[in-house]
């Protein structure tokens, strides 16, 4: 049991809404917002999304506006960019000098080999989980998933010698998921991920009651068809076994299904870049069914429903979520409300809070998720997230994948992402070992438009034309594939840091661990990103909210909103340039992989 807590008593009211939601996209040149907020899950009913892209008016496009909301009319305006780690780093970097947490940076290769996770699950005290309401601890809703277990084997499975830990044989009922990540947890961005996934024991038994490994592999089987639009009139319309009552409905998990995704520091040295600290312990458990179709009212005012003693926060489509996150040690804490509201940010579909609906979210998870509907298909899909086959060679770091096609546009996803973001991350930048493989590659020698050139942002009046040229030229790239190296494989240098880019990249979010500023922001780069500066002309421009006007490289802290006295008041109205009829713009793209698995071709 939790209540309803108003957001506005928060310091960030919308902590919900990532700090990517705030870049510039440079005159419409660099569309990232595609990747979180369209309409093809919603129209497809897959899963109990609302549209993102114009197809509902009270949600709007949020790919053409920035139509942030008010919590209300007398409190901090969403449209005010609140992450002020990402935004001003040099406040971080002050406040760091400040800390008493300092920390030698020379010792930060062995802090990502220490292992914070096993100390954080012995707080557990056995075998507690979500399901029992005795203990008010948040610990009892760190995952049952002890990495003393882990990797799992071959087959994804997490099989443990500890009888303790097992919920037959040596079963722990967790499997891992290998998926196809793109620009949010990857190893260029800092940030990778482990994700496993575990049934209630009814899926895992037999119409007798019998414990079954097999039936439980079928069960899991088929809600990847479920969950990936891939069923078919052949498949059962009810799960197996002991499951027979509980219905396959495509797009949505069955009750009580649970998440355990460990977020890990990237380390060059370990396999699949994961270190084996991790940064954060996220864990998801479905509690309520939310189905297609279900109105949900866009209400930005409605309160939130947690329990801040417990350590969790209900997502408002069904589902309990709580997180660990590192506390100024180095050793995990329970996360705060307002910290969990970032999780719901991503995490979300329709909100269905009683007796109001929250509305937030995107447009492109599936029953809230992203991970496991971009399964990687059939068994290559069923093992230990791996970052496309991560491995060295003389100390190179290399792919073993190519780019795996969109199902919709037939595409590959990871040159899908490239000529879309012009960049490496949603925030539209890419680190200087990317930029400076393209400049070599990228020039009219090699049979391109013009040269690939260094973004010079002390031309201000040019950025816009610049970022023009970049995105035609990325468009020529990704259609000579050439993001591919010879063996067909993905582009190591588009996809890893260098060591030492992997390292700062760790010490600059180690910063926000010393000062623990999570609710200012987790993504740290070394000077404020030029996608949060201003570059516009009068035709194009807008104000600060209060009416006062921009000047070519002012940083962005805000943009305008709606005054006038209707229903509309205080909605952001700034445009982001991109265009319904750009090449840039994708109103219907849905996260799902082509099956059987199909890669796309080098020439």
């Known amino acids: 049991m939790g209540e309803f807590i108003s957001r506005t008593t928060f310091d960030n009211p ?13 005159g419409g040149t660099q569309n990232a917002c595609l990747f979180c907020h369209t309409n093809a899950p919603a129209r497809m009913r897959l899963g109990n999304n609302n549209p993102q892209a114009g197809l509902s008016s009270v949600t709007g496009n949020l790919q053409t506006t920035y139509a942030f909301t008010p919590a209300t009319l007398h409190s901090k305006m969403a449209t005010i960019n609140p992450w002020e780690n990402t935004l001003y780093p040099e406040k971080l970097e002050y406040a760091y000098q400040k800390s008493a947490h300092h920390f030698d940076e020379n010792t930060m290769l062995s802090y990502l080999t220490e292992d914070n996770w096993a100390k954080a699950y012995a707080k557990r005290k056995g075998k507690m989980g979500w399901e029992n309401g005795i203990d008010e601890s948040p610990w009892r809703l760190f995952p049952d998933l002890n990495p003393v277990d882990l990797p799992a084997s071959s087959d994804g499975f997490v099989r443990t010698n500890d009888k303790k830990s097992a919920i037959f044989g040596d079963m722990t009922g967790w499997r891992a998921i290998n998926f196809m990540p793109y620009g949010i947890f990857t190893p260029m961005n800092g940030s990778v991920s482990g994700i496993y996934i575990r049934l209630p024991h009814a899926f895992m038994k037999d119409e007798q009651g019998h414990w079954s490994e097999q039936l439980y592999a079928q069960n899991l089987d088929l809600l990847e068809r479920a969950m990936t639009d891939r069923l078919t009139p052949n498949d059962p319309t009810h799960y197996y076994g002991e499951a027979k009552k509980v219905e396959v409905i495509r797009g949505l998990y069955p009750l009580y299904t649970e998440f355990a995704h460990p977020l ?309 109205n700034a445009l982001t340039l991109i265009h319904e009829q750009d090449a840039s713009y994708d109103g219907e793209y849905v996260p799902l992989l082509k099956f059987p698995l199909h890669v796309v071709k080098k020439p």
Request: glycine share 10%; net charge negative.
């Open 264 to 572: 890990h520091y990237v380390d060059l040295r370990a396999k699949g870049t994961r270190a084996k600290r991790v940064k954060e312990m996220r864990y998801m458990v479905k509690t309520r069914m939310f189905y297609p179709g279900e109105a949900a009212d866009k209400e930005e005012d409605a309160p939130i429903y947690l329990n801040e003693k417990q350590g969790w926060i209900n997502n408002g489509a069904g589902w309990i979520l709580a997180g660990f996150i590192e506390d100024a040690t180095g050793d995990l804490r329970p996360q705060k409300s307002e910290e969990l509201m970032q999780c719901i940010g991503c995490h979300s579909d329709h909100y269905g809070f009683e007796p109001a609906s929250f509305t937030s979210g995107t447009g492109n998870t599936i029953d809230s998720t992203w991970a496991f509907p971009r399964k990687f298909p059939a068994t290559l899909g069923w093992k230990e997230m791996d970052y496309l086959g991560f491995r060295t060679d003389h100390g190179k770091a290399l792919t073993s994948m190519g780019d795996p096609l969109n199902r919709a546009t037939g595409k590959g996803e990871f040159g899908y992402f490239l000529k879309h973001v012009v960049g490496a991350n949603l925030y539209g930048m890419m680190p200087q070992s990317m930029e400076t493989f393209l400049m070599q590659h990228i020039t009219k020698a090699n049979g391109y438009s013009e040269d690939w050139e260094k973004r010079d942002t002390t031309h201000l009046e040019t950025m816009v034309e610049q970022e023009r040229l970049h995105a035609k030229l990325m468009q020529e790239f990704v259609a000579k594939k050439a993001y591919l190296s010879q063996e067909g494989f993905i582009a190591p240098e588009l996809f890893y840091p260098t060591p030492k880019e992997a390292l700062h990249g760790a010490i600059n979010y180690r910063k926000v661990v010393a000062t623990q500023r999570y609710t200012l922001g987790k993504d740290v780069f070394d000077a404020t990103p030029f996608t949060f500066r201003y570059y516009r002309n009068a035709e194009n421009g807008y104000t600060h909210m209060d009416g006062s006007a921009y000047h070519l490289g002012d940083i962005i802290t805000d943009r305008p909103i709606e005054k006038e006295a209707t229903i509309m008041e205080g909605v952001g």
């Open 14 to 26: 919308y902590a919900n809404i990532p700090a990517q939601c705030y870049i510039e996209t440079i």
